[in-house]
T-cell receptor, first 116, second 112 residues
C-alpha cells in the first residue's frame, strides 16, 4: 500500500484480556519494527523483523508480549493478560535500505491501547 | 546500549524566529541520525536525516548538524511557521538493520 497501515486505531480492553494489534507494512519493505510510545514519552523499541524472522526481540518487556510476521508482510503484536501499564500507543514501522546504506523507517499512525 | 538525551522538552517561539533542538548520544558506533516530526494523532514522520560521514545537511528551512567527537547533533528550523508546531524526536542508530533509539521528544509551539 501507499503507507504503513495499523489496526485497530483504538482499542479499549479490560485488565487480564488478550489483545492483538495488526500492522500492514509498505509493499516490498522487508524490515518491520514495533515500537511503544507511552504518554509523553519517546519511542521504545520492541522487536525487529527481517522477513518472517525476528533477529532482535530484545525490547519486548515481558513474556506476555509476542509478535509474528507471516508471508514477509503482515505482522501481529499480541499482548496476553493485559495490565494497566500496557496502555500506550503501539507504532509499527517498515523500512527499505537506501543506496546510502541507511534504513529509513516509515511509521504507521499507531494503535492506541487503553487497559481499564 | 545506546542512550539518547534530547533538550529542551518544550520550546515556544514566535512565528519567523528560529528553533534549535539538541540531542546527545552515547554509542560511538551509531552512524545514522534521523529527526522525526509527530503531529497529534499521527505517527512520526521523517523530516531530515544525517549520516556520520557528513557534518551538516540542509533541506529548505530545516538543517541538521552533527559533531561526532562530542556525540551531539542538532536540528535547526529557520523562519518558523505555525504549521511547524508538533513534537520533534531525534534518534540514533546503526545502519545494519535500522534499529533506532529515540530521544524523549520536544514539543515545539510556534505562536502566530
Amino acid at each position: 500500500g501507499a503507507g504503513v497501515s495499523q489496526s485497530p486505531s483504538n482499542k479499549v480492553t479490560e485488565k487480564g484480556k488478550d489483545v492483538e494489534l495488526r500492522c500492514d507494512p509498505i509493499s516490498g519493505h522487508t524490515a518491520l519494527y514495533w515500537y511503544r510510545q507511552s504518554l509523553g514519552q519517546g519511542l521504545e523499541f520492541l522487536i525487529y523483523f527481517q522477513g518472517n524472522s525476528a533477529p532482535d526481540k530484545s525490547g519486548l518487556p515481558s513474556d506476555r508480549f509476542s509478535a509474528e510476521r507471516t508471508g514477509g508482510s503482515v505482522s501481529t503484536l499480541t499482548i496476553q493478560r493485559t495490565q494497566q501499564e500496557d496502555s500506550a500507543v503501539y507504532l509499527c514501522a517498515s523500512s527499505l535500505r537506501q543506496h546510502s546504506g541507511a534504513n529509513v523507517l516509515t511509521f504507521g499512525a499507531g494503535s492506541r491501547l487503553t487497559v481499564l | 546500549g545506546e542512550n539518547v538525551e534530547q533538550h529542551p522538552s518544550t520550546l515556544s517561539v514566535q512565528e519567523g524566529d528560529s528553533a534549535v533542538i539538541k540531542c546527545t548520544y552515547s554509542d560511538s558506533a551509531s552512524n545514522y541520525f534521523p529527526w522525526y516530526k509527530q503531529e497529534l494523532g499521527k505517527g512520526p514522520q521523517l523530516i531530515i536525516d544525517i549520516r556520520s560521514n557528513v557534518g551538516e545537511k540542509k533541506d529548505q528551512r530545516i538543517a541538521v548538524t552533527l559533531n561526532k567527537t562530542a556525540k551531539h547533533f542538532s536540528l535547526h528550523i529557520t523562519e518558523t511557521q505555525p504549521e511547524d508546531s508538533a513534537v520533534y524526536f531525534c534518534a540514533a542508530g546503526g545502519t545494519s538493520y535500522g534499529k533506532l533509539t529515540f530521544g524523549q521528544g520536544t514539543i515545539l509551539t510556534v505562536h502566530p
